[in-house]
C-alpha cells in the first residue's frame, strides 16, 4: 500500500466527519468506504456467526481473518499502521 496516501486513507478507509456536513455543532460518526461496506458485510446475525466460525475452525489459515476488517476495529487502523 505504499502508494495510498493519507487522504486517500481518510476517504477510503475511515474518518470522522460531521452528521451535517455544514453544521460543525452535529454530532460526529464514522464514515469511509471501507468502514461502511463492513459494516453493511457484518450486519446480519449470519455474517457474524459465519465469520466468528470461520476464525475458530480456520485457525491457522487465511480464513481466520475478516479480510475486510471487523467494523468494531476498524477505527483503530491508522495510515501508519497500514503502510507497516
Do not use: C, W
Request: hydrophobic fraction near 30%; proline fraction near 5%; charge should be negative.
Amino acid at each position: 500500500f505504499p502508494k495510498l496516501t493519507r487522504n486517500d486513507f481518510l476517504q477510503e478507509g475511515h474518518r470522522l466527519q460531521f452528521a451535517k456536513l455544514d453544521d460543525p455543532s452535529s454530532e460526529l460518526k464514522f464514515e469511509g468506504v471501507v468502514f461502511n461496506e463492513m459494516k453493511g458485510a457484518m450486519a446480519s446475525q449470519g455474517s457474524r456467526y459465519t465469520r466468528a466460525l470461520s476464525a475458530e475452525l480456520f485457525e491457522k489459515s487465511t480464513y481466520h481473518h475478516n479480510s475486510g476488517g471487523d467494523p468494531v476495529n476498524i477505527p483503530e487502523l491508522t495510515h501508519e499502521d497500514l503502510r507497516e
